[in-house]
């Protein structure tokens, strides 16, 4: 192996309890590395996982027949807490069927030991790391607002969908708030989209700064967010936030060296009392915020209750 010492090594975990194959795999490695790697070998899943909580891996190679898991369970009980590393299945079993069920399962790569030599082993490391960054990456943009990185609606109902889950299971509550930038069209007219696009970056980033690590901000699209607050205890901890909001929003925002103001107004739905499903939270949620709108714009309310304006807050 030719070591780059500006070469980031590729970090290979190789799951197998045959010590004849771990050593074959070794050499195989060794003997075509085109690319600077370390490799960490360990004889069970379960220590596997622990390797994987411990340190950066890049590639795992995987057998099916281990002390602890056999078959293609070894493949789904690995990508369950490991699903962002490519796995390549490397086994004894020539099979096609389980080949593809492999593949279907999670792994990116299916080789037999025995018909494997060194080039191919790396050109399927190569691939399956490329093949995996490119999987993420069209997943990030399939779930992520293109403008702010924030969560889109996409991955927002699948958030909000599982946390009603817990929420019904463990009799607790949680807010979905609607949040619009008022005015925010006037930016666009007379400063142009370019400025526009940099309110919105900006407020996603104000927004986020406000929540909680295990609460959620996701962009609707135009100037619409939603906020989503889990496990809270009442509507005040809703309405903390939002006051929160309302101030925050309150500071203008600096745009290429220039300040421009952009309130918000926020209507806040929360779980169970004004709503025990997505469409319906968020459909409150819209009709709080547009009642604050009425009303004067640049706060916030409850679905139900009445929205009192109040300029110097």
């Avoid at 490329?130 to 607002?145: G, W």
């Amino acid at each position: 192996m030719v070591v780059n010492q500006e070469e980031k090594p590729i970090e290979i975990l190789l799951v197998e309890d045959n010590p004849g194959d771990v050593r074959l795999i070794s050499e195989l490695l060794m003997d075509s590395a085109k690319s600077v790697y370390q490799l960490a070998h360990v004889d069970r899943l379960s220590k596997g996982a622990e390797l994987i909580n411990r340190r950066t891996v890049d590639v795992i190679l995987l057998d099916l027949s281990l002390p602890d898991c056999r078959g293609l369970d070894t493949v789904s009980a690995l990508n369950g807490y490991a699903n962002k590393i490519p796995i390549i299945v490397l086994t004894g079993l020539n099979d096609e069927e389980t080949a593809i069920a492999a593949v279907h399962a999670g792994a990116q790569d299916y080789l037999i030991k025995g018909q494997v030599d060194g080039n191919l082993l790396w050109r399927s490391i190569r691939y399956a790391i490329q093949r995996k960054q490119m999987e993420q990456k069209l997943a990030y943009i399939a779930t992520h607002d293109s403008l702010t990185g924030l969560p889109n609606r996409f991955l927002l109902n699948d958030r909000l969908t599982l946390a009603l889950t817990r929420a019904e299971r463990n009799t607790s509550k949680l807010a979905v708030m609607m949040l619009d930038l008022d005015q925010f069209k006037n930016v666009n007219d007379v400063l142009g989209h370019n400025a526009g696009d940099e309110v919105l970056k900006a407020a996603s980033e104000r927004l986020s700064n406000i929540i909680r690590g295990c609460d959620t901000v996701a962009r609707l699209g135009g100037d619409e967010f939603i906020i989503l607050l889990t496990e809270i205890n009442s509507a005040n901890d809703a309405i903390k936030v939002a006051e929160r909001v309302v101030t925050a929003f309150k500071e203008p925002f600096n745009i290429n060296q220039n300040e421009h103001s952009v309130t918000a107004s926020v209507g806040i739905a929360i779980f169970p009392e004004q709503g025990n499903d997505v469409d319906l939270l968020l459909k409150n949620a819209d009709t709080a915020m547009y009642q604050v709108k009425r009303n004067g714009r640049c706060n916030y309310t409850v679905y139900g209750n009445s929205a009192k304006y109040d300029a110097t807050m």
